[in-house]
């Protein structure tokens, strides 16, 4: 039988943080968890094996609490806010033997520090939740931003909506156009499979290596400026590496039709914002659909809020709670498999 002793202890050093103590027979290892809304069962696997120590709030620890908190801890809880840098990795000290994030992207992780210490890396494969990730979520953003839905009920609550009009609040259908995606990985497969049901004539994809795959979806692999030059609507479904960092620029809007529509479900950085700010002020492309942006959270006084032709979300393409309860019980194993030796469900190579 396993006995449970919980210890709150409140630190106000420059600010405080929750630690919940649970020992028991399996094992002493300490875990440091970044926020307090993970959800709880990722988090209540951890505490039936582990020492676990979670950061009180739901927002991100402050890099100064960070640094002192994760001192001699065993293994790291965290998500795609929290920067694991070379200073916070000699902060915790030779203790640790896992840093495991609640995100399919990883580029908050200074993989090569963790390398050089032997700390191995857990994160979230995409295709456990494909799906729920991006099927829905996906296609809502791209059928909301061109048949203009927050637009129309903006005007539908403020006196806008007169009577019916023939050519009001009109924008594009999926039916006959040609869909560009960059980056066919599992996403994008997926996102090509839900595209092609709206009757599209074309599916095109960008990606560094030929896809099986476009049999099924009919899918045909082209230059990223093809892509750009011949697509209605361009999704972006590529991995943040330094290949893609500002992929979508001044120049990619410009090839773009002036009737495109732009979607980024993928991550902000992968565009130039202030290219695409400009793209849509000036017309270059019709509208965009982002569920990411640089910065997260975005300042309320961007200009991407003022734009009647962008929709902005909370970057929710996860936000199911079947999908969110999997990320966090896989970001729990990881670290529970490092630290038995054995083979971690999503370990970063």
Same mark, same amino acid.
């Given at each position: 039988?396993?006995?449970?002793?919980?210890?709150?202890?409140?630190?106000?050093?420059?600010?405080?943080?929750?630690?919940?103590?649970?020992?028991?027979?399996?094992?002493?290892?300490?875990?440091? &968890?970044?926020?307090?809304?993970?959800?709880?069962?990722?988090?209540?696997?951890?505490?039936?094996?582990?020492?676990?120590?979670? $950061?009180?709030?739901?927002?991100?620890?402050?890099?100064?609490?960070?640094?002192?908190?994760?001192?001699?801890?065993?293994?790291?809880?965290?998500?795609?806010?929290?920067?694991?840098?070379?200073?916070?990795?000699?902060?915790?000290?030779?203790?640790?033997?896992?840093?495991?994030?609640?995100? %399919?992207?990883?580029?908050?992780?200074?993989?090569?520090?963790?390398?050089?210490?032997?700390?191995?890396?857990?994160?979230?494969?995409?295709? %456990?939740?494909?799906?729920?990730?991006?099927?829905?979520?996906?296609?809502?953003?791209?059928?909301?931003?061109?048949?203009?839905?927050?637009?129309?009920?903006?005007?539908?609550?403020?006196?806008? $909506?007169?009577?019916?009009?023939?050519?009001?609040?009109?924008?594009?259908?999926?039916?006959?156009?040609?869909?560009?995606?960059?980056?066919?990985?599992?996403?994008?497969?997926?996102?090509?499979?839900?595209?092609?049901?709206?009757?599209?004539?074309?599916?095109?994809?960008?990606?560094?290596?030929?896809?099986?795959?476009?049999?099924?979806?009919?899918? %045909?692999?082209?230059?990223?400026?093809?892509?750009?030059?011949?697509?209605?609507?361009?999704?972006?479904?590529?991995?943040?590496?330094?290949?893609?960092?500002?992929?979508?620029?001044?120049?990619?809007?410009?090839?773009?039709?002036?009737?495109?529509?732009?979607?980024?479900?993928?991550?902000?950085?992968?565009?130039?914002?202030?290219?695409?700010?400009?793209?849509?002020?000036?017309?270059?492309?019709?509208?965009?659909?982002?569920?990411?942006?640089?910065?997260?959270?975005?300042?309320?006084?961007?200009?991407?809020?003022?734009?009647?032709?962008? &929709?902005?979300?909370?970057?929710?393409?996860?936000?199911?709670?079947?999908?969110?309860?999997?990320?966090?019980?896989?970001?729990?194993?990881?670290?529970?498999?490092?630290?038995?030796?054995?083979?971690?469900?999503?370990?970063?190579?």
């Amino acid at each position: 039988m396993i006995y449970n002793r919980f210890l709150l202890v409140t630190s106000r050093l420059a600010s405080s943080a929750l630690i919940v103590r649970n020992m028991s027979d399996s094992g002493t290892f300490k875990v440091y &968890v970044t926020r307090n809304d993970m959800p709880s069962c990722g988090v209540d696997l951890l505490k039936k094996e582990c020492d676990v120590i979670i $950061w009180d709030q739901a927002t991100p620890i402050p890099k100064e609490d960070f640094l002192k908190a994760v001192v001699g801890v065993n293994g790291i809880y965290c998500s795609l806010n929290d920067k694991i840098d070379k200073q916070l990795l000699e902060a915790a000290g030779d203790g640790l033997k896992v840093v495991s994030t609640i995100s %399919v992207g990883y580029d908050h992780i200074d993989v090569a520090s963790c390398k050089q210490k032997g700390i191995k890396i857990g994160w979230v494969y995409p295709d %456990v939740f494909t799906d729920r990730r991006l099927r829905r979520p996906c296609l809502a953003l791209l059928l909301s931003t061109s048949r203009r839905l927050p637009e129309a009920q903006f005007e539908a609550k403020t006196g806008g $909506w007169v009577s019916w009009a023939p050519t009001w609040m009109t924008g594009p259908g999926l039916a006959d156009s040609t869909v560009g995606i960059v980056g066919f990985g599992r996403i994008g497969q997926a996102v090509a499979r839900r595209v092609k049901a709206f009757n599209t004539a074309r599916i095109l994809y960008f990606n560094r290596s030929q896809r099986p795959q476009e049999k099924e979806t009919g899918a %045909v692999k082209v230059s990223f400026d093809e892509l750009l030059s011949e697509s209605d609507f361009v999704i972006c479904c590529a991995a943040l590496v330094p290949e893609t960092k500002e992929l979508f620029n001044k120049t990619a809007f410009q090839k773009m039709k002036n009737t495109a529509i732009f979607v980024n479900t993928s991550r902000g950085a992968v565009v130039d914002q202030e290219a695409l700010i400009e793209a849509l002020k000036s017309n270059t492309i019709r509208a965009a659909g982002l569920d990411v942006t640089t910065p997260e959270p975005l300042p309320l006084d961007n200009p991407l809020f003022q734009l009647k032709n962008c &929709v902005v979300l909370p970057h929710i393409g996860s936000a199911s709670i079947e999908a969110r309860n999997t990320m966090s019980d896989m970001t729990a194993r990881n670290i529970l498999a490092a630290f038995k030796g054995e083979k971690m469900p999503a370990e970063l190579k």
